[in-house]
């Protein structure tokens, strides 16, 4: 495979997006370089194959900076990174909050995604950058993936307004430091610091930032387009209508009682009462379903219960 390349101009910066030449063993590899000064390579990985029983969606994203990036070996006795630094974990959340909802209902395979800066600069924050390489990376990778998504930082001087991707130094006199992240339809992540703006200055900047990371999400589409993999052969698992309706008809009033009871302790030992009781004569029998695909059942009935009740507008669980 050759290399695919797009730039465009973002802000003050030129971005440019590369693949095809590291990590090619990958599900998607993108190489994000920003002003030929910060580069984050972002790998993904993805198994095509989900562990059975699994009941939640294991994506990973690990975002680290080596201290190489800036040119230096870590000093004193240990001469290698540790445990992530809190800067890193809070980086890596950033990352997450916006892909993850863009996986389609049911999908339980493992994905993992790595961003590592292999260089940085004193001028900008290579978070962005890592963000806008997730979405390329994923693009191409043929994992189900309802994106792409684009990121933006913002900042806000009174003088001269809003401004796209500032600098270190601009940030330090700015009233507002916000990234956000999103589709080219709706924003799904925003996070923020600020100096008592009104609410219009703070939705003004979330608009703004969508506006103007259209152009990333169109050259990820760009990317895709010439380097893209085949999409995967994946299909949602069937629901289990007639089971989650027998627990329903035989069993929905006394959980929808469980969830009015307020002490926390009393109302877990009344659901795990009712789940024994599910199990018990749900399953065990030959043709029967199995006591996890039981489980999984009254875990769904529950999540629809207190859904219903929130949406009908009864109290919470805490009485609100």
Known sequence: MNPVIKKFQFGQSTVTLETGRIARQASGAVLVTVDDDVSVLVTVVGSKQADPGKGFFPLSVHYQEKTYAAGKIPGG????????????????RLIDRPI???????????????????????????????????????AISGIPFDGP????????HESTGYLLNPTYEQLAASSLDMVVAGTSEAV?????EAKELTED???????????EFQVVIQAVKELAAEAAKPTWDWAPAPE?????????????????????????HERYARLGELKDQVVAKLSGEEGQPTSAEVKAAFGEIEYRTVRENIVNGKPRIDGR
């Not at 998504?149 to 806000?156: C, H």
């Not at 799904?188 to 923020?192: G, I, P, Q, R």
């Not at 289990?240 to 926390?264: D, N």
């Open 188 to 192: 799904l992540m925003v996070e923020s």
């Open 149 to 156: 998504i684009g990121a933006a930082r913002v900042a806000y």
């Open 201 to 211: 200055q703070m939705l003004g900047a979330v608009l703004f930032a969508h506006d």
């Open 77 to 92: 006795f240990f001469k290698r990174e540790g445990r992530p630094s809190e800067k890193e974990t809070l980086t890596s």
């Open 240 to 264: 289990a209508t007639a089971l989650l309706a027998a627990i329903r008809a035989e069993f929905g009033e006394a959980i929808s009682q469980a969830y009015t009871l307020t002490v926390k």
């Open 100 to 138: 993850r909802p863009l996986f389609p209902e049911g999908f339980m395979n493992e994905v993992q995604v790595v961003c590592t800066v292999l260089s940085t600069s004193k001028k900008t924050d290579p978070d962005v950058a890592a963000m806008i390489g997730t979405s390329a990376a994923l």
